[in-house]
């Protein structure tokens, strides 16, 4: 009978890395670590070293004073937003204005990249594709300034309704249409970069599983179907657990290059609201009360649809 070796059954189990071991991994690879710094001291200097600013949220915070001389008021600017006449507009707005994004603006991207693997001919797939990035390296001011000019009154949009018989109106002065103008312009404005990754994922995708499909019989919706589709899970699942964690943070920027008064009750979300208070009207203290809150409900929707995944799905952040 033959004897099986029992050391090839021990599942290999990875030591812990000592200092040593670390700091010759360093000494090994340092120009990698040297490239890594940049990026390291990003985070650390705008990411992770304001935080320390987020106290002023919980005090009645003066620029003469400083941040430990100002008073503490605890909890009272979250009540203050909570208990305010703008708490429940300004959520609803922030919630359906990412919730729109995430059903039209999400798939757009995906859609693209599954019709543009789908095209054959070089000349036109690259012009498509240069057509459609362009948008995105254009900036916001230029963007919104397009936006009021094909909507205003006297835009090329109102121009195509009175050539066929409509009644001419300033689109941007509709709180109805503002969200539909906001979303449509910014899948117009990001479809194209947004491809680049499923592009990328697309390209992992063994040949040889289309060239056995094909010799079962498989036509090029099946092939997308059950081999295309599936392949991009993985890519499409990751960047949804990190859309969801940023449902909150809908860019002020954009809202306040485009909205007016009269749109105030459907476009002003938490973000632009953050704005007016604390650098309009200087109340820094409150305006970081609800920026914090803001943070907190995105970490917890990250949390949440992270954990959602992995529970129904192999793929996950961690």
Not at 85 to 94: A, E, G, M, S, V
Not at 133 to 138: A, K, L, W
Not at 197 to 213: K, R, S, V, W
Not at 259 to 278: I, L, M
Request: proline letters at 4%; one cysteine or more.
């Amino acid at each position: 009978m033959n004897t099986i070796n029992q050391e090839t059954m021990i599942p290999f189990i990875p030591k812990k890395r000592s200092r040593l071991g670390i700091l010759m991994d360093i000494r090994k690879n340092k120009l990698l670590y040297v490239m890594l710094l940049p990026v390291l001291l990003y985070y650390v200097i705008f990411h992770y070293a304001p935080m320390y600013g987020a106290i002023i949220a919980f005090k009645d915070f003066s620029p003469r004073l400083g941040i430990w001389g100002s008073d503490w008021v605890g909890f009272e600017h979250f009540q203050t937003f909570f208990t305010g006449p703008y708490f429940w507009r300004t959520i609803k707005n922030t919630i359906m204005m990412s919730f729109y994004e995430l059903i039209f603006g999400f798939p757009a991207p995906i859609l693209l990249a599954l019709l543009l693997n789908e095209v054959k001919h070089s000349i036109f797939k690259r012009t498509v594709q240069t057509v459609t990035y362009m948008p995105h390296f254009i900036s916001l001011v230029v963007i919104c300034g397009m936006v009021k000019d094909f909507t205003s009154s006297d835009g090329v949009i109102n121009d195509l309704i009175s050539l066929f018989g409509g009644e001419r109106s300033t689109f941007l002065l509709e709180p109805s249409l503002f969200r539909t103008i906001y979303i449509s312009s910014g899948i117009w404005q990001h479809i194209g970069w947004g491809t680049i990754i499923y592009l990328a994922a697309l390209t992992g995708i063994d040949p040889e599983q289309y060239e056995a499909a094909r010799i079962d019989g498989a036509g090029r919706w099946k092939q997308m179907v059950h081999i295309t589709v599936p392949g991009l899970m993985p890519t499409i699942v990751i960047l949804l657990i990190l859309e969801i964690g940023r449902m909150m943070n809908v860019g002020f920027e954009k809202i306040i290059l485009l909205y007016n008064p009269s749109t105030f009750e459907t476009a002003d979300v938490v973000s632009s609201y953050v704005y007016r208070v604390g650098l309009q009207d200087f109340n820094y203290s409150f305006s970081s009360a609800v920026g914090l809150f803001n943070s907190l409900v995105n970490f917890i929707l990250l949390i949440f649809s992270n954990w959602l995944s992995r529970k129904f799905n192999d793929t996950s952040l961690w």
